[in-house]
């Protein structure tokens, strides 16, 4: 064993014995018999050592729920008992967290590190493509499948004119099931991992982002394979594309601001998801993915209110969609209004939706 292992590992077993306070660098090091410079070499001080057991408990902590292709899943109980077990090796972690917080302004913004959100991404993507033949690879296939799909339908059954109509529909279709996807997963995060959120203090967002970013990895990769497509059919690759990682992160940061909000609210009302999957479904035909706005007659009215109003005005996903289309099928860049209010309603409802589930997520563990 490595001395930097021994050094964490006799840490621990310090700290759960007589207290972070209680022990210092020299104790740690009479107790591995060796000097205190040789401590130093591998940690600067205490702080650096209780902030690399965190990383150690958390990295436990999400090993509990993954399962090695040819595993069998652990029983309910058996996952209990583990639980416990971490609880019991780090039970300083427990006994003192909020002394350590406040002493340590770095080990209080661990949580926020990236290896917090990035574990729980990975896992999303594991857990969703566990004991899959093809795997990763049904992000590649899924819009091409859409893609003949689409070109069956629409122009060998319907004889749709629009030209090229599968790059068409799926340059809006993508970002709207990444929304949705991203929406519906954040919104069952806090209920789903209500066992997390009772065991360990950490920012609850984690639970919904981490989501979102495993449903946005997914997303990136059928956008990719579409640009590829249209490249090979076109044979031109416009300027406009530069603009596309700013319309994903846009539309990233919006379905975040969404789905901290219906995260928090489906804690207290589970009526949420059922209404949602209904919700969307409605939402879906009032935006311009599988149509163009020019197709909606102007006097085309809806309980007294113009459709086109209801599609471009009521509706936040019509402009961003919109603005995918323009970027990947008209091969240009969508004008400067269009940007402006596509980056008002990301960061609005970010915001908002940010402030609300900060404010909610301390009654989180008692309400899940």
Do not use: C
């Not at 060998?156 to 991203?182: C, H, K």
């Not at 360990?200 to 981490?210: H, K, V």
């Not at 219906?262 to 969307?280: G, I, K, S």
């Amino acid at each position: 064993m490595k001395t930097k292992e021994k050094i964490v590992l006799t840490s621990i077993e310090l700290f759960n014995k007589s207290g972070v306070v209680a022990v210092t660098t020299n104790h740690i090091a009479k107790e591995l018999s060796i000097s205190p410079g040789n401590l130093y070499f591998h940690f600067r001080n205490k702080e650096e050592i209780i902030r690399q057991i965190f990383r150690l408990m958390a990295h436990e902590t999400y090993q509990l729920g993954r399962t090695k292709k040819g595993q069998t899943p652990l029983h309910p109980l058996q996952v209990i008992d583990k639980n416990y077990e971490l609880f019991w090796r780090y039970r300083f972690f427990h006994r003192e967290m909020y002394h350590l917080r406040r002493a340590d302004a770095a080990l209080a913004d661990l949580w926020r590190y990236r290896d917090a959100v990035r574990g729980l991404t990975l896992l999303s993507l594991r857990m969703r493509y566990n004991n899959s033949i093809l795997g990763f690879l049904w992000s590649l296939g899924n819009p091409l499948f859409f893609l003949v799909i689409f070109a069956f339908v629409n122009q060998v059954m319907f004889a749709n004119r629009t030209p090229n109509y599968s790059i068409f529909a799926l340059s809006a279709l993508i970002p709207w099931n990444f929304f949705q996807a991203g929406i519906m997963s954040s919104m069952n995060s806090i209920t789903g991992g209500r066992y997390l959120l009772t065991k360990l203090p950490f920012p609850r967002e984690i639970l919904p982002l981490s989501g979102i970013l495993a449903e946005l990895v997914n997303s990136s990769m059928a956008l990719l394979v579409i640009i590829v497509i249209d490249l090979l059919v076109e044979r031109t690759l416009s300027p406009a594309l530069l603009l596309l990682p700013l319309l994903v992160a846009l539309l990233a940061l919006f379905t975040a601001g969404v789905g901290l909000l219906l995260a928090t609210a489906n804690v207290w009302l589970r009526d949420t998801q059922e209404f949602m999957a209904v919700f969307t479904f409605g939402w879906f035909f009032l935006t311009p993915i599988i149509y163009s706005i020019t197709a909606v007659p102007v006097d085309q009215t809806f309980l007294g209110v113009p459709l086109r109003t209801i599609i471009q005005v009521l509706n936040p996903m019509s402009a961003i969609v919109i603005a995918f289309r323009t970027v990947i099928y008209d091969h240009t860049a969508p004008d400067g209004g269009q940007l402006l209010l596509i980056t008002l309603l990301a960061f609005g409802s970010a915001t908002i939706g940010l402030l609300v589930f900060r404010r909610a997520s301390i009654h989180f563990a008692e309400a899940a």
